[in-house]
């Protein structure tokens, strides 16, 4: 995961870190932690995405591949 990615949708929805830890249940530490580069596990990913609104893909910046 790209730490600003994280970033990039909490700021688009103007969420502070703890605004994003009281709506996911995620600690603010790890939040902080996940921005400056530590990897989360898939329990945390997926309460972030689910908190604010988007896939984990997108949270980890997957890109989908047609033929």
Same mark, same amino acid.
């Given at each position: ?6 970033? !990039? !949708?909490? @700021? ?6 703890? @605004? ?18 530590? @990897?989360?596990?898939?329990?945390? =990913?997926?309460? =972030? ?7 984990? @893909?997108?949270? =980890? ?7």
């Amino acid at each position: 995961m790209t730490e600003n990615q994280l970033r !990039f !949708f909490r @700021d688009k929805q103007k969420l502070s870190q703890t @605004d994003l830890a009281v709506k996911s249940g995620v600690k603010q530490s790890t939040i902080s932690s996940i921005e400056r580069g530590v @990897d989360p596990t898939g329990r945390t =990913l997926r309460k =972030l995405a689910q908190a604010l609104n988007v896939t984990t @893909d997108e949270l =980890l910046n997957i890109k989908k591949v047609t033929k």
